[in-house]
């Protein structure tokens, strides 16, 4: 039996899932859309420029496109262009791979001041993405707050501690390197609500604020336990115990005079946000764990920043009509109903390394293959008619790959690429204009 997929979402989980379904049901014709005419999601917009190695990852993905029987949809947005339904009608299986992409909340006074980024928007306006071009995040005041103590807190801390000369072999949007480091920051800081041994980083994350050329990372000595305690998994508490040592040594450095001060502060709620129609201080509430929870001392403290930053976790935002479970989609083994299934941090929620999500995407493929009947959909066929009378502007692998060599081809010196940030420019270079 062959079938026709639609995936929507073409970031890891995605893809995972489109190698996955060729070969679990070989001769099968998949379809992958995109709201964006740029394929691969979190790997061209999420994983930091300075990682930018990671982004290799893509090129297992590239020869995928290349297949015959897998097409690149790009520019195509499900909810807008195209309805979940429709797809679900012309298509044998749908595969959602989403991903997770809003900002939580923080629930606390002054979250809509101006000057409050959730880190989706954040880390979207120096990765390039369309949607956040126009962030222009306030960045006029000496001091930034990051909320939360996980890779993305790290990294978006790390983008605004480096220097133009760290940056070198990035590829940070031009717009976005030039507002950093044109802003006269002193102070960075970095909080979590409990503890070094909670803290989401890892060690190779964290090791990379040790040397940094204009920042000192000021860890207090007071806040770091001997060791770590707790019935933790081999692999985890030897994760905790490398940050430990990592945070020991952070926290032992000799400071020398650098212009940029990085504060990561443990047990610090935030409470409040404090500002007159824009940021001009956080109110943090010292806390203590009980249960592995963090409880309020009553204990209240202020800092100064001109913008504050919460890194703390996203949630998936489907096409309407999906359900919901509380911040992922509804779904057994990533079943959502009928022909609809998930994959990746839409299915699981925010967590895990970009190879995460092999198993994942392999576990709903199998899940999907069971229940699979052999229902002669029309497929891809009847889905570009629908898109042609709607006047919609399809993208397709060979046009990516022309907006991907523009991209390198005018890229500033130093840097490997520099991506398109607005939409209508992609489109105009296809147009050959
Ligand atoms: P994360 O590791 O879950 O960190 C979220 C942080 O936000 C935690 O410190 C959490 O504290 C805190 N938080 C949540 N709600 C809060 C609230 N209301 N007030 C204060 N703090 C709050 O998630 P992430 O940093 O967003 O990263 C997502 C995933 O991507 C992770 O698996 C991460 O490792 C991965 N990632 C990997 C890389 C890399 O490999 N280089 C880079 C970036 C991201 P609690 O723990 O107390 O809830």
């Known amino acids: 039996m062959t079938a026709r997929f639609a995936i929507v979402g073409s970031g890891p989980s995605g893809m995972y899932a489109v190698d996955a379904l060729l070969k679990g049901v070989p001769g099968s014709r998949v379809d992958v859309f995109d709201r964006v005419p740029t394929p691969f999601g979190l790997i061209r917009f999420g994983v930091a420029p300075d990682h930018y190695k990671t982004r290799n990852t893509a090129r297992q993905f590239a020869r995928t496109f290349e297949l015959d029987d897998v097409r690149y949809l790009g520019n195509v947005e499900i909810g807008r262009d195209l309805s979940i339904i429709e797809l679900q009608d012309n298509y044998d299986a749908v595969v959602l791979a989403i991903g997770s992409y809003h900002d939580r909340g923080l629930g606390i006074p002054g979250e809509d001041l101006a000057g409050v980024y959730g880190a989706c928007a954040y880390v979207g306006w120096y990765n390039g993405h369309p949607d956040y071009r126009e962030l222009d995040p306030l960045l006029d005041g000496a001091g930034v707050a990051v909320i939360g103590i996980g890779n993305v807190a790290l990294d978006v801390c790390r983008i605004l501690a480096k220097t133009r000369d760290e940056m070198r072999g990035t590829d940070i949007s031009a717009h976005a390197l030039d507002a950093i480091q044109a802003a006269a920051l002193e102070q960075l800081y970095m909080f979590g609500r409990r503890g070094p041994v909670e803290g989401g980083f890892t060690p190779k994350e964290l090791s990379e604020v040790l040397e940094l050329e204009r920042c000192a990372v000021i860890v207090d000595p007071g806040q770091l336990p001997d060791s770590v305690e707790g019935d933790l998994e081999t692999r985890i508490k030897g994760v905790k115990e490398k940050n430990l040592a990592l945070l020991r040594q952070l926290a032992a450095q000799d400071k020398p005079d650098k212009p940029i001060k990085m504060t990561v502060g443990f047990y610090a709620a935030p409470v409040e946000i404090l500002g007159d129609r824009r940021v001009e201080a956080l109110r943090m509430e010292r806390t203590r764990i009980v249960d592995g929870r963090a409880v309020g001392s009553g204990e209240f403290f202020e800092v100064p920043c001109c913008s504050v930053v919460t890194a703390i976790g996203y949630q998936a935002l489907p096409p309407d009509g999906v359900p919901m479970n509380g911040s992922v989609v509804a779904n057994q083994r990533g079943h959502v109903a009928d022909n609809l299934y998930v ?61 991907s060599a523009a991209e390198i081809a005018r890229a500033p010196e130093g840097h490997p690429q520099e991506k398109f940030t607005r939409i209508d420019e992609m489109l105009a270079l296809l147009d050959g204009a």
């Open 343 to 403: 994959v990746g941090w839409a299915k699981r929620g925010p967590t895990g390394t970009i190879p995460t999500n092999g198993p994942d995407s392999r576990d709903t493929v199998e899940v999907l293959i069971d229940n699979l009947e052999s229902t002669g959909k029309p497929g891809g066929g009847a889905i570009d008619k629908l898109l042609a009378e709607r006047g919609v502007r399809v993208v397709d692998y060979a046009g990516y790959k022309k907006i």
